[in-house]
């Protein structure tokens, strides 16, 4: 059995982000890790309170999106942009269909292949995850220079965050 370190302060587990480059790069370190452990909270209550996994929520984001700019989504396509093999891909669609979510056709031009498609496509990517809407009414109340130096920021950290998972 193995028994957990009891837990510390916040302020105290971010210490290993204190850095030379000045208190502001401090506080954007700690506010992303603060934003990790709330995500990683989010997604224990969001499984504990059965809902969809935050896997299959990403998929509905991404069939939604990639319909409305009028492109096809494959079950290949929706496993390259999860990370995640073909025999994961075909549970996921299973719970997806299952749910009333989507519906799989056969590819207009590769009968070898089928589409993605949302059966309500009434729904807005927004619907699938409600918090999307409120990090864009957030990030309506940043200027245009404020905007692209988070979003230049946030860019970076998703791309060490996925060179890590690698």
Not at 7 to 22: T, V
């Amino acid at each position: 059995m193995t028994t957990e370190a009891p837990s510390q302060p916040a302020e105290h587990a971010a210490e290993h982000l204190r850095s030379d480059r000045g208190e502001h790069a401090d506080d954007a370190a700690w506010a992303v890790e603060r934003l990790r452990l709330a995500e990683s909270q989010l997604g224990r209550r969001r499984q504990a309170a059965c809902g969809p996994s935050d896997t299959d929520r990403a998929a509905m984001r991404f069939v939604l999106e990639e319909t409305d700019l009028g492109r096809l989504v494959t079950p290949s396509d929706l496993g390259e942009h999860l990370g995640i093999v073909s025999s994961s891909v075909t549970g996921l669609l299973e719970r997806l269909r299952d749910g009333g979510l989507i519906e799989t056709r056969p590819h207009p031009s590769d009968r070898r292949s089928k589409v993605v498609l949302p059966v309500d496509r009434n729904d807005d990517p927004e619907s699938v995850d409600p918090l999307s809407a409120v990090i864009r009414s957030l990030a309506a109340e940043l200027d245009e220079d404020e905007a692209a130096a988070v979003a230049r920021f946030l860019d970076r950290v998703a791309a060490a965050v996925d060179e890590e998972c690698r």
